[in-house]
């Protein structure tokens, strides 16, 4: 049996850190973990993360954005995701489908209808036994998100932090549509609680999808 957890949030939200408190938490529990990311995972994503992400990309078209995202979420899904479901434990993903959605779609103003469309096709009917989105404001999330890059001088993974923040706002504002049309797998954490705070309602959370999941798991 296994579970598929994915956090999702605006930049500079917090999911790094939330998720690895997570897995070292589950993992005290004796439940197999593995942490992966999107865009990312296996070598073609990571070269394909490259990509997206490069500042020095700036005229990439947005259709050409979404292509490539859904690419990396095609071979994402066959070397990791599936391979790890169907071994038995549980996988927590740094963003998925509704990155896109709430990206190139409310963000990049893509046709909605047709991301999720390509969504469906990429993941292969994977979806998110429970996906935790980190809220905060966007221009808090922003400011978090530079100083992070400048400190851990990754900025070569910064051109979604040099959009200006209409874009970011459109964004939080797509995520917390798709919290409000699927509030059952959703849920919102707002993150200015504190470190400490947001924790502990992941772990509220989690532990009760793993009660309601017969003791570990919904898929055999």
């Known amino acids: 049996m296994s579970l598929f957890i994915t956090f999702e949030g605006v930049e500079g939200s917090g999911k790094t850190t939330q998720i690895q408190r997570l897995k070292k938490y589950l993992t005290r529990k004796g439940i197999p973990c593995k942490v992966t990311r999107e865009p ?16 020095d990309h700036r005229e990439m078209l947005p259709l050409s954005e979404l292509f490539l995202y859904e690419a ?27 990155a896109t ?17 390509l ?12 996906t935790l989105l980190l809220d905060c404001p966007s221009d808090l999330g922003l400011k978090r998100a530079l100083q992070r890059n400048r400190i851990s001088k990754n900025e070569k993974e910064g051109r979604f932090e040099r959009e200006k923040i ?16 699927e509030p ?3 849920k919102v954490i707002d993150t200015r609680a504190g470190e400490e705070k947001v924790f502990e309602k992941i772990r ?12 570990f798991g919904v898929r055999s």
């Open 40 to 55: 990312g995972g296996p070598p073609i994503s990571e070269k394909i993360r490259k990509i997206l992400l490069d500042p």
């Open 204 to 215: 509220e959370i989690v532990d009760d999808l793993l009660v309601r999941s017969s003791q």
């Open 101 to 117: 959605l709430a990206y190139q779609g409310y963000g990049r103003k893509i046709d909605c209808d047709l991301i999720q469309k």
């Open 119 to 130: 969504n469906r096709f990429s993941s292969q009917g994977i979806e998110p036994d429970l």
């Open 166 to 181: 209409q874009f970011h706002r459109r964004v939080r504002k797509g995520y917390l549509a798709i919290a409000k049309k």
């Open 72 to 98: 990396s979420r095609a071979q994402h899904i066959k070397e990791v995701i599936k391979p790890f479901l169907k071994k038995g434990g549980v996988i927590l993903c740094d963003r998925f489908n509704d």
């Open 184 to 186: 059952r797998r959703v």
